[in-house]
């Protein structure tokens, strides 16, 4: 099965499962491979708004749960760095000092401003959204731009918590900042990440997510990783193959995973 390459342990703030917990849900499952990319949001970390990731008790915890799986789960270390344009030099120099197998650029929340999940949207006009994206865009073009990550996850996230308020905004009106962004992935060699928790939750129209697709695909992108953004266990690895058939329907012939690309075609 696809490699699902956004789950969280117990080593992000909002995380509930061991890495061993979460091979054994994976095993049970029947997903062979996965990320654990737990949270760094570096701005908040850094400024005390989180507490901070502690990065040896994570490791060991890894490496423990890879020995024990091995052979029957592979499961490789990963991180989900918030930001990192907020303090380049730290995100840099932690990147260089940790060497994960797999960095997952976000932006949870706009320079100085809380995160996305905070918002109420119930009274904000539709040209109030709209900014809110236009800004998140605008700023994942300079943390993609720091050096050492692989992709850059979902696109879609200030969405979620626009449905939850019941609104919504077309991702189409933002066709010249995707392709200013998608410039940049092209060039550092990233992909985008196809995120599953909106879709399995009903709060994102499948049409939108193919929107983003399609339209990296027209920028010339090839790869797409996909991931549950599981915070439990038992949440570990669903909505894999409803991503694999909006890739297929967007017209992809492969997907990233850590290490390299395979083809689509691979995983029937």
Not at 226 to 246: K, Y
């Amino acid at each position: 099965m696809l490699c699902d390459s956004h789950t969280h342990s117990i080593y992000s703030f909002d995380g509930h499962n061991t890495p061993a917990e979460l091979c054994a849900a994976a095993e049970k499952a029947g997903v062979r491979s996965f990320v654990i990319t737990d949270h760094y949001d570096i701005d908040g970390i850094l400024d005390g708004f989180y507490p901070d990731y502690d990065v040896p008790a994570a490791k060991a915890a890894i490496e423990e749960a890879q020995a024990a799986y091995d052979g029957r789960v592979r499961v490789y270390r990963g991180i989900e760095l918030g930001q990192a344009a907020n303090r380049p030099e730290e995100a840099k120099a932690f990147l260089a000092k940790n060497q994960f197998d797999f960095v997952i650029c976000s932006c949870h929340n706009l320079k100085n401003v809380p995160d996305f999940s905070f918002f109420d949207c119930t009274y904000m006009s539709q040209p109030l959204m709209e900014n809110l994206y236009h800004r998140m865009l605008d700023e994942l073009c300079l943390h993609a731009a720091i050096p050492g990550q692989d992709t850059v996850g979902h696109l879609s996230y200030p969405l979620r918590y626009m449905a939850k308020s019941g609104k919504a905004i077309d991702v189409a009106h933002f066709e010249a900042d995707f392709r200013r962004l998608f410039h940049i992935l092209r060039e550092n060699g990233m992909a985008i990440e196809l995120n599953t928790k909106a879709l399995r939750l009903k709060l994102i129209p499948d049409e939108t997510e193919l929107c983003i697709l399609r339209l990296w695909r027209d920028c010339g992108g090839t790869d797409v990783t996909v991931g549950s953004d599981s915070h439990r266990a038992s949440e570990m690895g669903i909505g894999l193959e409803l991503g694999t058939a909006l890739l297929r329907q967007a017209g992809f012939e492969y997907v990233r995973m850590p290490g390299g690309s395979v083809p689509l075609a691979e995983l029937d």
